[in-house]
């Protein structure tokens, strides 16, 4: 059971970080018209550098399930703490994150802005699902154990002739 609600949450993990960063940095990233003043990369050689992001994907949905699963084995509102760990990881994660880029680089406040909530938001609908998959698995092999059946009792019989 510890094993399927791993592997489910960390597949369904996995999927929506990458589809909605790929629909972020292919769509939304491209309408902000950053790559025009140098500021970052061509939407070209982004496209060419998918594989980093992808396992940088696949490396951070891994690390988020494990430790979720790792600190919630057997919890109590888990998906209420799911909210709350993705809240929090995400804040600290991405707010580090985006503070030491404002510091280190020049990026502009908006493009700061919209990958602190994205990230943020990533991290806040991961925990959910993971709340949500730890609380729903159980229940769903709770009900399917094997009850007792009843007891049959044979249908009585005629006496046997004298």
Known sequence: ??????????????????VLDLIFY???????LLSQGG???APEELRKLLPIMFGGQLLFALLF???????????????????????????FLFGWRSIW??????????LLGFMLLLGWI???FSGLVLGIIGWLIPKLFESMKAKPAPQATAPPTAPPPV
């Open 1 to 18: 059971m510890r094993a399927i609600r791993w592997i489910l949450g960390f597949l369904s993990v996995f999927v929506f970080i990458f």
């Open 26 to 32: 292919n769509y939304v990233f491209n309408s902000l």
């Open 39 to 41: 500021l970052v990369r």
């Open 65 to 91: 399930t494990y430790y979720f699963f790792k600190i919630y084995k057997n919890a109590t509102w888990i998906v209420l703490r799911g909210f709350f760990f993705g809240f929090w990881m995400g804040l």
């Open 101 to 110: 880029e404002y510091y280190l680089f020049a990026i502009s406040k908006k």
């Open 122 to 124: 990533e991290c806040i």
